[in-house]
């Protein structure tokens, strides 16, 4: 099982980035992914969750409006659109795969089974 995190980088307030999580060793069907982030001396978070086999999907109050969530199951990719960044969404994003997981459960509670390494993402001011 691997999840493999890219898109990360550095960008000016109000930019965007999109995050690509890529999965491989298990089928995408029956897990719940979620994206994470995790800011220096705070406590990781859940970002936005979704599920693997319905269009059940949960963003933290934070990132509601302004990040979208999405998977392409054939290719074993989720997606994270970041738009309108801000500095406090500075911090290393990782996702993270929860076998048959509720969404608002994982996301609440970073029930993730499998994680990536993590990609940082800088926004400057």
């Not at 995790?38 to 970002?47: F, H, L, M, S, W």
């Not at 999405?70 to 990782?94: G, H, I, W």
Request: hydrophobic fraction near 30%; include cysteine.
């Amino acid at each position: 099982v691997q999840l493999v995190e890219s898109g990360g980088g550095l960008v000016q307030a109000g930019g965007s980035l999109r995050l690509s999580c890529a999965m491989s060793g298990f089928s995408l069907d029956y897990y719940t992914i979620g994206w994470f982030r995790q800011a220096p001396g705070k406590e990781r978070e859940g970002v936005s969750c979704i599920s693997g086999h319905s269009d059940s999907t949960n963003y933290a109050d934070s990132v509601k409006g302004r990040f979208t969530i999405s998977r392409d199951n054939a290719k074993k990719t989720v997606y994270l659109q970041m738009n309108s960044l801000k500095p406090e969404d500075t911090a290393v994003y990782y996702c993270a795969a929860g076998f048959m997981r509720d969404v608002q459960d994982m996301c609440g509670q970073a029930l993730g089974d499998y994680w990536g390494q993590g990609t940082q993402v800088t926004v400057s001011s």
